[in-house]
Protein backbone atom coordinates (compact mmCIF):
# COMPACT_ATOMS: atom_id res chain seq x y z
CA UNK A 1 0.00 0.00 0.00
CA UNK A 2 1.57 3.34 -0.85
CA UNK A 3 2.19 5.76 1.54
CA UNK A 4 0.30 8.82 1.40
CA UNK A 5 1.68 12.18 0.87
CA UNK A 6 2.07 14.50 3.64
CA UNK A 7 -0.12 17.68 2.78
CA UNK A 8 -0.44 20.59 5.73
CA UNK A 9 -3.56 22.75 5.18
CA UNK A 10 -2.79 25.99 4.20
CA UNK A 11 -4.92 27.85 6.56
CA UNK A 12 -5.00 25.84 9.80
CA UNK A 13 -2.11 23.38 10.68
CA UNK A 14 -4.24 20.15 10.51
CA UNK A 15 -2.28 17.92 8.27
CA UNK A 16 -2.62 14.25 6.76
CA UNK A 17 -2.29 12.77 10.61
CA UNK A 18 -5.61 12.95 10.35
CA UNK A 19 -6.36 10.07 7.64
CA UNK A 20 -9.62 11.24 6.03
CA UNK A 21 -8.49 14.95 5.68
CA UNK A 22 -9.62 16.68 2.40
CA UNK A 23 -8.03 19.21 0.90
CA UNK A 24 -9.18 21.80 -2.20
CA UNK A 25 -7.23 22.77 -5.14
CA UNK A 26 -5.59 25.63 -3.28
CA UNK A 27 -4.65 23.20 -0.53
CA UNK A 28 -7.40 24.68 2.08
CA UNK A 29 -8.50 21.75 4.15
CA UNK A 30 -12.02 20.85 5.28
CA UNK A 31 -11.37 22.36 8.72
CA UNK A 32 -11.53 25.62 7.56
CA UNK A 33 -14.52 25.26 5.36
CA UNK A 34 -16.62 23.68 8.09
CA UNK A 35 -15.73 26.45 10.44
CA UNK A 36 -16.47 29.03 7.93
CA UNK A 37 -19.69 27.86 6.20
CA UNK A 38 -20.90 25.71 8.86
CA UNK A 39 -20.34 26.93 12.27
CA UNK A 40 -19.51 30.83 11.95
CA UNK A 41 -23.02 31.40 10.35
CA UNK A 42 -24.81 29.90 13.40
CA UNK A 43 -22.34 31.31 16.24
CA UNK A 44 -23.45 34.22 18.09
CA UNK A 45 -20.82 35.77 20.52
CA UNK A 46 -22.81 38.74 20.56
CA UNK A 47 -25.61 41.11 21.30
CA UNK A 48 -27.66 37.97 20.11
CA UNK A 49 -26.07 35.47 22.24
CA UNK A 50 -25.92 38.15 24.97
CA UNK A 51 -30.27 37.67 24.59
CA UNK A 52 -30.18 34.23 24.16
CA UNK A 53 -28.15 34.07 27.64
CA UNK A 54 -30.14 35.59 29.24
CA UNK A 55 -33.19 33.83 27.84
CA UNK A 56 -31.78 30.89 29.50
CA UNK A 57 -30.39 32.17 32.34
CA UNK A 58 -34.13 33.10 33.46
CA UNK A 59 -35.73 29.80 32.50
CA UNK A 60 -33.08 28.23 34.89
CA UNK A 61 -33.57 30.77 37.51
CA UNK A 62 -37.83 30.12 37.11
CA UNK A 63 -37.20 26.07 37.06
CA UNK A 64 -34.90 26.70 40.37
CA UNK A 65 -36.80 28.71 42.74
CA UNK A 66 -36.77 26.84 45.73
CA UNK A 67 -33.99 24.66 45.63
CA UNK A 68 -30.34 24.96 46.97
CA UNK A 69 -29.17 25.21 43.20
CA UNK A 70 -30.55 25.88 40.00
CA UNK A 71 -27.58 23.98 37.89
CA UNK A 72 -24.80 22.03 38.37
CA UNK A 73 -21.09 23.11 36.48
CA UNK A 74 -18.36 20.29 36.62
CA UNK A 75 -14.75 22.38 36.82
CA UNK A 76 -11.33 21.17 36.60
CA UNK A 77 -9.64 24.11 37.31
CA UNK A 78 -8.80 24.75 33.61
CA UNK A 79 -9.37 27.13 31.68
CA UNK A 80 -12.79 26.72 30.45
CA UNK A 81 -14.63 25.29 32.77
CA UNK A 82 -13.44 27.98 35.07
CA UNK A 83 -14.89 30.66 32.79
CA UNK A 84 -18.05 29.26 32.30
CA UNK A 85 -18.59 28.87 36.34
CA UNK A 86 -17.91 32.80 36.42
CA UNK A 87 -20.11 33.41 33.54
CA UNK A 88 -23.18 31.63 34.89
CA UNK A 89 -22.82 33.69 38.68
CA UNK A 90 -22.30 36.84 37.02
CA UNK A 91 -23.08 37.07 34.02
CA UNK A 92 -26.32 34.80 34.43
CA UNK A 93 -26.86 35.49 37.94
CA UNK A 94 -27.26 31.59 38.53
CA UNK A 95 -26.66 29.62 41.56
CA UNK A 96 -24.49 27.16 40.39
CA UNK A 97 -23.31 24.22 42.50
CA UNK A 98 -19.92 23.57 41.81
CA UNK A 99 -19.23 19.86 41.05
CA UNK A 100 -15.39 18.70 40.93
CA UNK A 101 -13.96 15.06 39.72
CA UNK A 102 -11.14 13.96 41.55
CA UNK A 103 -9.67 10.96 39.67
CA UNK A 104 -5.89 11.36 41.38
CA UNK A 105 -4.36 12.90 39.07
CA UNK A 106 -4.89 16.66 39.85
CA UNK A 107 -2.17 19.45 39.71
CA UNK A 108 -1.96 21.54 42.64
CA UNK A 109 -2.49 24.22 40.43
CA UNK A 110 -5.62 23.16 39.56
CA UNK A 111 -7.21 22.52 43.16
CA UNK A 112 -5.61 26.26 44.12
CA UNK A 113 -7.57 27.17 40.64
CA UNK A 114 -10.73 25.91 41.82
CA UNK A 115 -10.42 27.29 45.86
CA UNK A 116 -9.81 30.52 44.55
CA UNK A 117 -12.72 30.39 42.04
CA UNK A 118 -15.09 28.81 44.16
CA UNK A 119 -14.05 31.57 47.52
CA UNK A 120 -14.15 34.53 44.44
CA UNK A 121 -17.80 34.13 43.71
CA UNK A 122 -18.85 32.10 46.61
CA UNK A 123 -19.99 29.36 45.35
CA UNK A 124 -20.50 25.63 46.65
CA UNK A 125 -18.20 23.13 46.01
CA UNK A 126 -19.18 19.55 46.21
CA UNK A 127 -15.85 17.11 45.08
CA UNK A 128 -16.19 13.30 44.24
CA UNK A 129 -13.17 11.23 45.07
CA UNK A 130 -13.37 8.51 42.44
CA UNK A 131 -11.83 4.92 44.45
CA UNK A 132 -7.82 5.11 43.17
CA UNK A 133 -7.55 1.28 43.24
CA UNK A 134 -10.40 1.39 40.12
CA UNK A 135 -8.92 3.92 38.55
CA UNK A 136 -5.59 2.65 38.68
CA UNK A 137 -6.48 -0.89 37.46
CA UNK A 138 -8.98 0.74 34.29
CA UNK A 139 -5.99 3.25 33.04
CA UNK A 140 -3.03 0.14 33.56
CA UNK A 141 -5.86 -1.75 31.05
CA UNK A 142 -5.86 0.80 28.91
CA UNK A 143 -2.74 1.10 27.97
CA UNK A 144 -1.93 -2.37 27.93
CA UNK A 145 -4.91 -2.12 24.86
CA UNK A 146 -2.52 -0.15 23.21
CA UNK A 147 -5.62 2.28 21.43
CA UNK A 148 -4.57 5.84 21.41
CA UNK A 149 -7.77 7.10 23.51
CA UNK A 150 -6.01 6.76 26.61
CA UNK A 151 -7.84 9.73 28.11
CA UNK A 152 -10.96 8.29 28.05
CA UNK A 153 -10.80 6.73 31.67
CA UNK A 154 -10.55 10.17 32.99
CA UNK A 155 -13.42 11.37 30.95
CA UNK A 156 -15.27 8.92 31.59
CA UNK A 157 -15.43 9.11 35.79
CA UNK A 158 -15.78 12.91 35.15
CA UNK A 159 -18.84 12.75 32.80
CA UNK A 160 -20.49 10.57 34.63
CA UNK A 161 -19.82 10.77 38.01
CA UNK A 162 -21.87 14.51 37.20
CA UNK A 163 -24.41 12.88 35.68
CA UNK A 164 -25.11 10.36 38.07
CA UNK A 165 -24.72 13.08 41.08
CA UNK A 166 -27.51 15.65 38.77
CA UNK A 167 -29.91 12.30 38.85
CA UNK A 168 -29.71 11.96 41.89
CA UNK A 169 -30.35 15.10 43.18
CA UNK A 170 -32.82 16.17 40.65
CA UNK A 171 -30.67 18.98 38.90
CA UNK A 172 -31.93 19.52 35.64
CA UNK A 173 -29.37 21.76 33.76
CA UNK A 174 -25.61 21.25 33.35
CA UNK A 175 -23.55 24.14 31.89
CA UNK A 176 -20.34 22.66 30.39
CA UNK A 177 -17.38 24.92 29.09
CA UNK A 178 -17.15 23.61 25.90
CA UNK A 179 -16.97 26.22 23.11
CA UNK A 180 -16.18 26.91 19.30
CA UNK A 181 -14.16 29.40 20.80
CA UNK A 182 -11.00 27.48 21.53
CA UNK A 183 -12.12 24.06 20.29
CA UNK A 184 -14.00 24.93 17.33
CA UNK A 185 -11.29 22.47 15.32
CA UNK A 186 -12.04 18.70 16.76
CA UNK A 187 -10.08 16.21 17.33
CA UNK A 188 -10.14 13.10 14.73
CA UNK A 189 -11.08 9.92 16.29
CA UNK A 190 -8.03 8.44 15.44
CA UNK A 191 -6.24 10.76 17.30
CA UNK A 192 -7.69 9.79 20.65
CA UNK A 193 -11.07 11.81 19.80
CA UNK A 194 -13.24 8.96 21.15
CA UNK A 195 -17.06 10.35 20.98
CA UNK A 196 -19.16 8.90 24.14
CA UNK A 197 -19.15 7.00 26.69
CA UNK A 198 -18.91 3.38 25.18
CA UNK A 199 -19.40 0.96 28.15
CA UNK A 200 -18.87 -1.94 25.81
CA UNK A 201 -15.68 -0.83 24.61
CA UNK A 202 -14.68 -0.48 28.53
CA UNK A 203 -16.09 -3.45 29.76
CA UNK A 204 -14.07 -5.60 26.73
CA UNK A 205 -10.70 -3.82 27.67
CA UNK A 206 -10.98 -4.23 31.44
CA UNK A 207 -12.13 -7.29 30.69
CA UNK A 208 -9.11 -8.49 28.80
CA UNK A 209 -6.35 -6.54 31.14
CA UNK A 210 -8.64 -5.63 34.37
CA UNK A 211 -7.37 -7.42 37.68
CA UNK A 212 -10.28 -5.94 40.07
CA UNK A 213 -13.65 -5.43 40.03
CA UNK A 214 -14.77 -2.19 39.13
CA UNK A 215 -17.62 -2.02 42.07
CA UNK A 216 -17.95 1.94 42.27
CA UNK A 217 -15.83 3.42 39.10
CA UNK A 218 -18.90 5.29 37.30
CA UNK A 219 -19.60 4.99 34.10
CA UNK A 220 -23.26 6.01 32.73
CA UNK A 221 -23.56 4.65 28.52
CA UNK A 222 -24.05 7.43 26.33
CA UNK A 223 -27.34 5.99 25.12
CA UNK A 224 -28.34 6.04 28.50
CA UNK A 225 -27.15 9.79 29.08
CA UNK A 226 -28.09 10.94 25.42
CA UNK A 227 -31.46 9.34 25.11
CA UNK A 228 -33.07 8.12 29.05
CA UNK A 229 -31.07 11.21 30.86
CA UNK A 230 -32.05 13.80 28.39
CA UNK A 231 -35.50 12.62 27.24
CA UNK A 232 -37.24 10.68 29.68
CA UNK A 233 -35.78 13.15 32.78
CA UNK A 234 -35.73 16.02 31.01
CA UNK A 235 -32.22 16.82 31.94
CA UNK A 236 -30.66 19.99 29.31
CA UNK A 237 -27.08 20.74 28.36
CA UNK A 238 -26.12 24.40 27.60
CA UNK A 239 -22.77 25.84 26.78
CA UNK A 240 -22.93 29.43 27.57
CA UNK A 241 -19.52 30.23 26.73
CA UNK A 242 -20.56 30.24 22.52
CA UNK A 243 -23.09 33.06 23.44
CA UNK A 244 -20.67 35.29 24.97
CA UNK A 245 -17.08 36.91 23.56
CA UNK A 246 -13.91 34.14 24.29
CA UNK A 247 -10.79 35.33 23.67
CA UNK A 248 -8.57 33.23 25.51
CA UNK A 249 -5.90 35.97 26.69
CA UNK A 250 -8.39 38.46 28.10
CA UNK A 251 -10.17 35.54 29.60
CA UNK A 252 -6.74 34.40 31.84
CA UNK A 253 -6.21 38.25 32.19
CA UNK A 254 -9.87 38.14 33.74
CA UNK A 255 -9.55 35.69 36.06
CA UNK A 256 -5.79 36.22 36.74
CA UNK A 257 -7.13 39.74 37.87
CA UNK A 258 -10.26 39.11 40.03
CA UNK A 259 -9.34 35.89 41.82
CA UNK A 260 -5.21 35.52 41.07
CA UNK A 261 -6.27 32.19 39.07
CA UNK A 262 -2.88 30.92 37.48
CA UNK A 263 -2.94 30.12 33.79
CA UNK A 264 -1.64 26.81 32.24
CA UNK A 265 1.25 26.88 29.57
CA UNK A 266 -1.70 24.57 27.39
CA UNK A 267 -4.84 23.04 26.93
CA UNK A 268 -5.74 20.37 29.99
CA UNK A 269 -2.53 20.94 31.78
CA UNK A 270 -4.49 20.79 34.68
CA UNK A 271 -4.74 16.74 34.98
CA UNK A 272 -1.35 15.76 35.35
CA UNK A 273 -2.12 12.59 33.41
CA UNK A 274 -4.02 14.11 30.55
CA UNK A 275 -0.67 16.57 30.22
CA UNK A 276 1.63 13.65 30.22
CA UNK A 277 -1.02 11.21 27.96
CA UNK A 278 -1.10 14.87 25.29
CA UNK A 279 2.44 15.93 25.81
CA UNK A 280 4.17 12.35 25.30
CA UNK A 281 2.29 9.17 25.26
CA UNK A 282 0.17 9.90 22.21
CA UNK A 283 2.80 12.00 20.00
CA UNK A 284 6.01 9.55 20.44
CA UNK A 285 4.09 6.48 20.31
CA UNK A 286 1.21 6.92 17.90
CA UNK A 287 2.40 10.49 16.13
CA UNK A 288 -0.58 12.60 16.79
CA UNK A 289 -0.52 16.15 18.12
CA UNK A 290 -3.74 17.29 19.40
CA UNK A 291 -1.93 20.67 19.90
CA UNK A 292 -3.09 20.36 16.05
CA UNK A 293 -6.23 20.92 16.89
CA UNK A 294 -6.00 22.82 19.92
CA UNK A 295 -4.17 25.85 17.38
CA UNK A 296 -5.87 25.90 14.47
CA UNK A 297 -9.15 26.41 17.20
CA UNK A 298 -7.50 29.55 17.86
CA UNK A 299 -5.72 30.20 14.31
CA UNK A 300 -10.02 29.99 12.83
CA UNK A 301 -11.28 32.30 15.58
CA UNK A 302 -8.32 34.60 15.12
CA UNK A 303 -6.46 34.38 18.24
CA UNK A 304 -3.47 32.94 17.13
CA UNK A 305 -1.44 33.18 13.65
CA UNK A 306 -0.49 30.48 11.57
CA UNK A 307 2.82 31.22 11.79
CA UNK A 308 3.33 31.47 15.69
CA UNK A 309 1.56 27.85 15.38
CA UNK A 310 3.55 26.21 13.29
CA UNK A 311 6.33 27.35 15.75
CA UNK A 312 5.16 25.98 18.39
CA UNK A 313 4.26 23.12 17.12
CA UNK A 314 7.66 22.52 15.95
CA UNK A 315 8.80 21.51 19.26
CA UNK A 316 7.69 20.12 22.44
CA UNK A 317 5.45 22.05 24.65
CA UNK A 318 7.35 20.39 27.71
CA UNK A 319 11.35 19.65 27.32
CA UNK A 320 12.58 16.37 27.34
CA UNK A 321 13.99 15.98 30.72
CA UNK A 322 10.88 17.06 32.25
CA UNK A 323 8.62 14.12 30.40
CA UNK A 324 11.35 11.75 31.08
CA UNK A 325 10.42 12.59 35.15
CA UNK A 326 6.90 12.60 33.83
CA UNK A 327 7.10 9.06 32.38
CA UNK A 328 8.60 7.81 36.04
CA UNK A 329 6.13 9.24 37.60
CA UNK A 330 3.53 8.28 36.32
CA UNK A 331 4.74 4.66 35.94
CA UNK A 332 5.11 4.90 40.23
CA UNK A 333 1.57 6.13 40.77
CA UNK A 334 0.46 3.23 38.60
CA UNK A 335 2.16 0.56 40.51
CA UNK A 336 4.38 -0.07 37.29
CA UNK A 337 8.08 -0.18 37.30
CA UNK A 338 9.42 2.08 34.38
CA UNK A 339 10.20 -1.31 32.08
CA UNK A 340 7.09 -2.01 32.03
CA UNK A 341 5.57 1.17 31.14
CA UNK A 342 8.43 1.63 28.83
CA UNK A 343 7.18 -1.88 27.15
CA UNK A 344 3.64 -0.80 26.69
CA UNK A 345 5.03 2.61 25.33
CA UNK A 346 6.69 0.09 22.94
CA UNK A 347 4.22 -2.17 22.37
CA UNK A 348 2.20 -3.14 18.49
CA UNK A 349 -0.32 0.23 18.56
CA UNK A 350 -3.79 -0.76 18.10
CA UNK A 351 -7.32 1.16 17.95
CA UNK A 352 -10.57 0.74 19.40
CA UNK A 353 -11.90 -1.19 16.70
CA UNK A 354 -9.66 -4.34 17.85
CA UNK A 355 -12.33 -4.34 21.02
CA UNK A 356 -15.94 -4.90 21.07
CA UNK A 357 -17.49 -1.27 20.59
CA UNK A 358 -20.90 0.05 19.98
CA UNK A 359 -19.53 3.06 17.72
CA UNK A 360 -21.77 2.30 15.10
CA UNK A 361 -24.72 3.65 16.89
CA UNK A 362 -22.40 6.44 18.25
CA UNK A 363 -21.72 7.35 14.97
CA UNK A 364 -25.09 6.97 13.76
CA UNK A 365 -26.13 9.32 16.44
CA UNK A 366 -23.59 12.14 15.83
CA UNK A 367 -25.06 11.94 11.81
CA UNK A 368 -27.94 12.76 13.11
CA UNK A 369 -27.23 15.68 15.62
CA UNK A 370 -25.30 16.98 12.38
CA UNK A 371 -28.39 16.76 10.37
CA UNK A 372 -30.41 18.58 12.83
CA UNK A 373 -27.78 20.90 13.31
CA UNK A 374 -26.88 19.95 16.79
CA UNK A 375 -23.00 19.32 16.56
CA UNK A 376 -21.30 21.52 13.71
CA UNK A 377 -18.18 20.45 13.66
CA UNK A 378 -16.29 17.61 11.91
CA UNK A 379 -17.15 14.03 12.87
CA UNK A 380 -15.04 11.57 11.09
Known sequence: MSKVKYQICTKTIMDTSDPNIVFDENGVSDYYHNFHNTIVPDWHP????????????????KEGLGK???????????????????????????????FHVDAGWNTQQAVGNIEKLIDGLN???????????????????FLKSQIPDQDLVQDYAFFSAL??????????????????????????????GYAGIDKTLVNDIHRKFGKRPLKTFPIV????????YKYFLGMEVF?????????????????????????FQHKHHESRFTRFYEDYWLPRKFGFEKRRAHFSSLILTGQMSREEALERISKPEL????????????????????QELRDIFNGENKTYKDYKNKKSIIGLGTKVMRLLGLEKRLFR
Not at 72 to 96: N, Q
Not at 221 to 228: E, S
Not at 239 to 263: A, G, M, R, S, T
Open 319 to 338: DDQFLLQEFEYVANKLDLSV
Open 46 to 61: DEKGEKELMKIAEKIK
Open 123 to 141: LDLYTEVINWEEVKDLQVA
Open 239 to 263: KPLNLVPYIKKDVEKLLEDKFKWQK
Open 68 to 98: DFDCIIGMSGGLDSSYVAYVAKEKMGLRPLI
Open 163 to 192: YKFARKHKIKYVLTGSNISTEGCREPEEWG
Open 221 to 228: DVLVYKIF
